[in-house]
């Protein structure tokens, strides 16, 4: 047991080279390393290198409401497709309602109307459910796990969205991922004024082309009676008067196969699009019957332009001009190429820290940490002398593993992270204490120095081992549970725990045998 | 190697740990009425991670206009501004909470309060901004204390099952006692309370969990060696055997942290303060609440008990 055991000194060996071979790239100048050492540095968090971090929520409300309405205009268009009349069709109950006025038909009704479920994924549930109420009424709800299915797909296609549109940006790529249901986190690092990327993200830029109903005198669009396939929308300008438009829109965005920004006659910027074919089709048929009328292009619930049309256009493409400035025209056409998002995106956290504090945060760390790790040092020196010294170059050595870790696996080190750094280094060396103190007791109990040394070790275990499961098991929780620097603090001390384990009992031991073999001493030194 | 302390350190002391223990439960017990009396009328200084609201960082060329900053924000009507100081004299924290209740108004709105800032004084710099909306910060903040509850019931499970009922009831209430003075110590002290300071109770609870295992377990052995010795003196031995481990690794891990409580600067205080008084109280409630339970439980000492410990702990 004292004569150090050959796969000890070669596992210690091995994790010394590992360490050293992972942590160098912190250390030297980008590319001073050959190409096939690992060059990897600690990934640090935006508290440390400046950042920016947003949380955005995918309004499952507002998808909801937007599934409801469809699904009314829908049940509108099937009833009246089957020659059914009804009325009080609309929104009741978080569903819709509808009644039926000819008790007979109530049934062909139903019949109709029950062909509009889908199932929902490759499930055999449907996605709408059917009730027969009282006084001829039909009561359609839509299933959870339809609205859940829905839900999970906003959100991946929100993420497919967000990606095309930064991409599109060309700026550096902030990382993003989801976190629970319904929300979307994004990391930027580097950026500290995260407006541009907001304005990018954040706007639905959803665009539908929609006929004007001029049949509404404006007396009754004031005093709020308007047919029920109508709606009312602002225009963009905030001032002028608002339209009457068909809710039925003729093309939507996605009909959109391209979008960029030019100039009108006048040089002002405008908007160059392309349909694909249907939409080419639709626009085209649409166009072709209401000459002379006027169709609104409407972009987030605002009508940008509502240009009348004067004669048919079936080329499938045209132009947008609002009252653009050069920026805003080439951002709008970025946003309709990458598509709209479909349901609204809602900030719910933002956090930003320049680079200069992230600069000042890593230098308040690196002196904490250096004063932590010279206190434990010194004090352990000063404690146990010559093991006190061993039991310092473990910690050398835990130090440089623990760094190595952090980089290979490029965990994010955070500036609580450093703190956790900091204590993991004080409980690494309880380790060793222990160890000592049994070799002291077993010595005092009048062993030999070969026995009380084994023994130290081997009493000490069962301590450590309990002591080190009762962090990770804080560790554990604080990782399921914290939120991003918490996250960084749990992970460091999660290494930690199992780097110190490792260089507190091997390193000693093998640097205690190689003394004794030296040394050849004849009492415990502690 | 003439100076290693362990040479001053008395190789027995003989401190009569238990016959302190009836003052200490009357300390302990002040001290947990005191606190839960800060937690009810105080209260804890909730930051924006569990609160909601804005805190922006604000520098200026000059000394920091505290005073101009707080007419400023009243003047833009934001609701509850607060001004504090901050590191050094030219940074200030402003916080403040949105007016209504949506998120994306709160954070749309930093923006115009940082523009009328900077047209009210020249030069401002806003080195960190954090907008935190009221639904992220309720479930930050549950989320927070279920994470301190489960690492309570997992740190019980696992004592119970190293070491037996008595022990793990110890052991809780010793947890108890420390989670409930060191919330009670930030709340008497209005340091603010955030989601690091989760983390940092977390990390206390470890710390005393630790500390907890090591008592027990050398508990545990002299049980085993002494089957005739009164349990308080076997818990006196123990302690005193114990006693020089504990001082230096308890002062090892304060002299660490008491490096970053001084010098890291004000983000990592709160941290620092709640590790270096836990790692002070784990090390009382070690010695003056999880053994003097034991004392009022009793601990089974039969040989079952000897037998099946010495089976798991020596392999």
Known sequence: ?????????????????????????????????????????????????????????????????????????????????????????????????????????????????????QPVGNTPIKDLTFVRAPDQSIEIQQTPQ?????????????????????????????????????????????????????????KTAKLTFQMVDDAVPPADVAAGHVPPEDMVLPSDDHISETYVLQRRPVVTGEMLVSAQQGFDENGQPDINFRFNSQGARRFGDATTQNIGKKFAIVLDGRVIEAPRINGAITTGSGQITGNFTDDSASQLALLLRSGALPAQLKVDEQRTVGAELGADAVRSGTIALAIGAGAIVVFIVLAYGLFGLFAAAALAINVLLIVAFMSMTQATLTLPGIAGLILTLAVAVDANVLIYERMRDEARAGRSLILAIDSGYRLAWPSIMDANVTTLISAAIMFQFGSGPVKGFAWTLSIGVLTSVFTAILVTQVLIGWWFNFAKPKKLPI | MRWPL??????????????????????????VVA?????????????????????????????????????????????????????????????????????????????????????????????????????????????????????????????????????????????????????????????????????????????????????????????????????????????????????????????????????????????????????????????????????????????????????????
């Open chain 2, 6 to 31: 362990t040479r001053f350190l008395p190789e027995h002391s003989h401190i009569n740990f238990v016959r302190l223990s009836p003052f200490a439960a009357v300390l302990s017990v002040l001290a």
């Open chain 1, 146 to 202: 339809a609205f859940q299915a829905s839900v999970a797909k906003a959100v991946d296609q929100t993420i497919e969205i967000i990606n095309r549109r930064i991409d599109a940006l060309g700026t550096r790529e902030p990382s993003i991922t989801r976190q629970g249901t319904n929300r979307i986190v994004i990391e930027a690092a580097g950026l500290s004024d995260p407006e541009k990327l907001k304005a990018v993200i954040g």
């Open chain 2, 35 to 315: 606190s839960i009396a800060a937690l009810a009328t105080v209260g804890l200084k909730l930051g924006i991670d569990f609160k909601g609201g804005t805190v922006i960082e604000a520098v200026t060329p000059g000394p920091a206009p505290l005073g101009q900053y707080r007419a400023a924000l009243s003047s833009m009507g934001v609701r509850d501004p607060q001004v504090q100081g901050f590191g050094s004299p030219s940074d200030a924290l402003l916080k403040f909470q949105p007016v209504g209740a949506d998120p994306s108004a709160a954070v749309n709105a930093v923006n115009g309060v940082k523009a009328g800032l900077q047209a009210r004084f020249p030069g401002v710099a806003f080195p960190s901004t954090e907008v935190v909306g009221p639904k992220v910060s309720g479930e930050l903040f549950r989320s927070g204390f279920l994470a301190l509850a489960i690492a309570i019931l997992l740190m019980l499970a696992y004592i119970g099952f190293r070491f037996g009922l008595q022990q793990g009831l110890g052991a809780i209430l010793a947890i108890f006692h420390d989670v409930l003075l060191t919330i009670g110590l930030l709340s008497a002290l209005q340091i603010e309370f955030s989601m690091t300071s989760i983390a940092a109770l977390l990390t206390v609870i470890g710390y005393s969990m630790n500390e907890k295992v090591i008592t027990f377990d050398r508990l545990r052995e002299n049980l085993h060696k002494y089957r005739r010795t009164p349990l308080a003196d076997v818990i006196n031995l123990s302690e005193n055997e114990r006693l020089s481990r504990t001082i230096i690794t308890g002062a090892t891990a304060l002299l660490a942290l008491g490096g970053m409580l001084f010098l890291s600067g004000p983000s990592l205080f709160p941290l620092a303060f709640t590790m270096v008084f836990g790692i002070l109280i784990g090390t009382y409630s070690s010695i003056y609440v999880a053994l003097p339970v034991l004392l009022v439980w009793g601990v089974k000492r039969g040989e079952d008990e000897a037998t099946s410990t010495s089976a798991t702990a020596r392999p």
């Open chain 1, 1 to 117: 047991m004292i004569q150090p055991r050959l796969w000890k000194i070669a596992l210690v060996t091995a994790a010394l080279l590992f360490g050293v071979v992972f942590t160098l790239p912190n250390l030297l100048p980008e590319g001073a390393l050959p190409g096939f050492m690992p060059n990897q540095k600690l990934n640090l968090g935006l508290d440390l290198q400046g950042g920016s971090y947003l949380l955005y929520e995918v309004d499952t409300d507002a998808l909801k409401q937007e599934q409801m309405t469809n699904l009314v205009e829908d049940v509108r268009r099937t009833l009246q497709d089957a020659g059914i009349t009804f009325s009080g069709l609309g929104q009741a109950k978080g569903g819709v309602s509808v009644r039926i006025t000819d008790p007979a038909k109530v049934d062909a009704a139903l019949d109709a109307v029950s062909k509009l479920a």
